[in-house]
């Protein structure tokens, strides 16, 4: 059963625009969430975190929002750039559990220049 | 150098037999996971260990097994392959103490198929 969902398999944003990329998820346990960017080839690499304490964090042109109520998050990069054409995962933890990832499907997102 | 190396990175075998796929990291951390990301799916835990001496099954652990040689090295076996283990495999590893709380570190992936 698929707990963390991301339900979007791709999004196409022009380049300086906004790209939002959603995920939801359905265990009320968890507590902290991720973002990891994937390119071709390679291993995900960490982007940015959110605690469910918080409902926004900003790192430069990434911000995570979170809705605790609608167990719901989403990852703003404003402005996007043709770099930031990766597939995107979102993770969630239960951290007073065995603090293992759960991660959704992922979305591709390709920028157009 | 890569921090997580993984090894081999593309591997074709044959059904029945038995595979090794290893990763080796120079970060220090103490925790080491294997990971299988299959097309339309996210990353799914296969195992995981905390220390050397502790060892733990993931989400879909059947058809596998691990062994944690040192700190540094953490392989996962396929005594006999199947089919529907052609997947790409991610080994991550972490350390709360000295990262981002839950950050995890991937190796670059092994892409596994069987025939």
């Known amino acids: 059963d698929q707990q963390v969902k991301q339900n979007s398999p791709s999004l196409s944003v022009q380049e300086g625009r906004i790209s939002i990329l959603n995920c939801d998820y359905t265990?009320?346990?968890?507590?902290?969430f991720l973002w990891y960017k994937k390119y071709p080839a390679e291993g995900p690499t960490f982007l940015i975190s959110?605690?469910?304490?918080?409902d926004k964090n900003e790192d430069g042109r990434f911000t995570v929002f979170l809705n605790k109520s609608a167990k719901h998050l989403s990852l703003h990069i404003v402005p996007s750039q043709p770099g930031d054409s990766a597939v995107y995962f979102c993770?969630?933890?239960?951290?007073?559990?065995?603090?293992?990832?759960?991660f959704g499907t992922g979305t591709r997102l390709t920028v157009i220049p | 150098d890569a921090d997580v190396t993984q090894t081999p990175r593309n591997r074709i075998t044959k059904t029945g037999k038995r595979i090794m796929l290893e990763c080796s990291q120079t970060?220090?951390?103490?925790?080491m996971y294997w990971y299988r990301q299959d097309p339309g799916l996210g990353l799914q835990l296969i195992y995981y260990?905390?220390?050397?001496?502790?060892?733990n099954k993931g989400e879909i652990s059947d058809g596998y097994s691990v062994s944690r040689q040192a700190q540094a090295k953490f392989s996962l076996s396929l005594e006999s392959a199947i089919p529907n283990q052609t997947a790409l495999y991610f080994c991550?590893?972490?350390?709360?103490?000295?990262?981002?709380?839950?950050?995890?570190?991937f190796g670059p992936g092994t892409r596994l198929t069987v025939l």
């Open positions: 991550a590893t972490s350390d709360p103490r000295t990262s981002g709380a839950n950050e995890q570190f």
């Open positions: 265990n009320s346990m968890f507590d902290y």
């Open positions: 959110i605690s469910s304490i918080k």
């Open positions: 993770a969630a933890v239960h951290q007073t559990g065995a603090n293992n990832l759960f």
């Open positions: 970060k220090g951390h103490d925790r």
């Open positions: 260990s905390f220390d050397v001496k502790d060892i």
